[in-house]
């Protein structure tokens, strides 16, 4: 018998000795419902992949058309952006345990990590790290500040990178007319919820991360450009984080 | 090390040495702000008919009777705007699709370095998915299909956002894709960040151990590759505990 047999055995004869008869069946029927979706799933990736240049190329024609644009705005990267597209409806189909959206992978890694920072105990360290290390591209941009007086720079700096774009993307983001003001609904609320069920990120909280790390972030990277960042306190029922950058108090 | 990878590492930035350059340097970075800055209003006024637009199109090309994204347009055209956007950042290097799920996992591997905390932080990322995976494992045993050990760790969207950039191939029993993070280390060495990290060291340090702790619960074995610094390619092969 090979080994993925003698595996079978053993896990089936210790499921009938460890679970019911309706737990059993229940599993079986969760097994079952992932199987079909990952079926179809690998499907849709795989025509995807094999279609990705094609598929590309005319969907960046097609927006670009849409907005107005007349220039390649994939610079001739039409394989790669087909497999984004591809990629996000894939994810799209992902609707069980909940409906994951284009946001999943980063919020995930980033809950990781502010779990195993409060578990250690060590999140205003890892904060600080954090705000260490924008340091010197953030100085870079106090200098841009300086140069056009312009302190919108600043919440630009901040909002501009992929690692926020891409956190934001599934609610997306709202700006003032003047650039000077963002909000956006917190990210977190239903995969943190979906991982308590697995009794996983069970210290965190959507209101602790607010507190925790987005407040002392802000207040962190606002001494990088010299100007100020007040973000709005924690609201358990909009859940709109908003923030607001102004000249530093002399 | 690669050509792709040496070529940015040896070449320093230079664009702040003095008032001129830098200068050179915030006026692009202006003009792509307002390039961008405009683009995100055209998508942010349409994005659910882009969306609709789009997911059409691919559907029509995939021979599908509905668009696939069950009513979501308007968050399906946030994420091609997004998309657009990161396509548009070419400087100082080009942007892919992974990039913000690159730069978090770079930022807190160096910190977990520095503090000497690589290996309770894997033990912690492992824990983490021992309910998930241990499913999966019994999902594995109780079908007698090791193929589904192996889309346990790449199904997640964790797995496919990150190597989207380059893209991977999987076959029942084995994985393959180019590591993702070479470009983006080497641009964060010219910062002074990440200065702890190369390629070679995330795979021993992190991919390895991370992967066979996989394993450990999923009750299979992962066979992967060593470091290759030269085609910069990961293979995992999965087959069944001897």
Redesign the interface.
Known sequence: M???????G???TR?KETMTEAQIAR?DAI?KG?FAF?DYALL?EH???E??E??GR???D??AA????SRD???G?N???G???G?????????LPY????N???M???L??M??AQ??GRTAE?VQ??VD?MK??FE?RR??IE??GDISLAL?AVT????????T????IEFNAD?TEISYVSPYKRVLEKGWL????TGLTEQHIHEQWTIPRFAGYQEHFQVRFEVDPWDETTRLVRIRVMPQVA | MSAETGELFARKDTM?ETDEK??AF?NA??AY?ELT?A?DK???A??A??GH???K??AE???KDTP???G?EA??G???G?????????VPY????N???I???L??Y??AMREG?VKK?IE??VE?MR??LG?RG?????????ELAL?ALT????F???V??E?FKLTPTRLEYKSPYGRVIAKGHQ???WTNLTEERIHNIWTIPRYKGYADIM?VHFEVSPWDEETRMISVDV????
């Not at chain 1, 090979?2 to 079978?8: C, F, I, N, V």
């Not at chain 2, 087959?239 to 001897?242: H, K, N, W």
Request: glycine residues 6%; charged residues 25%; proline residues 1%.
């Open positions: 090979g080994a993925a047999q003698e595996m079978k053993e896990l089936k499921m599993a097994m992932w990952n849709i025509q995807c992949a279609h990705a094609v598929i005319k969907a960046a097609m927006i849409e907005v107005g644009q705005l994939i610079d990267r394989a790669e952006f497999r984004i597209l990629n996000t409806i894939r994810t799209f189909q992902m609707t409906h994951h959206q284009g999943d992978a980063l995930k890694e980033q990781k990590w779990d195993y578990q250690l890892m790290f954090d290390s010197e591209i870079e200098y841009w140069e056009t630009d501009t990178p992929t690692c926020f774009r891409d956190l993307v599934a609610d997306g650039r697995r009794n996983i990120w | 702040f830098k200068n915030m970075w202006l702000k800055d683009q055209e998508f942010a349409k994005e008919e882009i637009a789009v997911a199109l691919v090309m995939l021979g696939m994204i069950e979501r968050e399906f946030r994420v091609l997004n998309s657009f956007r990161t396509f548009q950042t070419l080009h942007h892919q699709g990039d913000g799920l730069k978090e996992q930022k807190w160096e910190f905390l932080v912690h990322d983490s309910n998930i499913e019994g999902w594995a045993a109780s079908t007698g299909r090791l889309d199904t997640p969207t964790c496919r956002d990150l989207l950039g893209g910062r002074g960040i009750g087959s069944a505990l001897s």
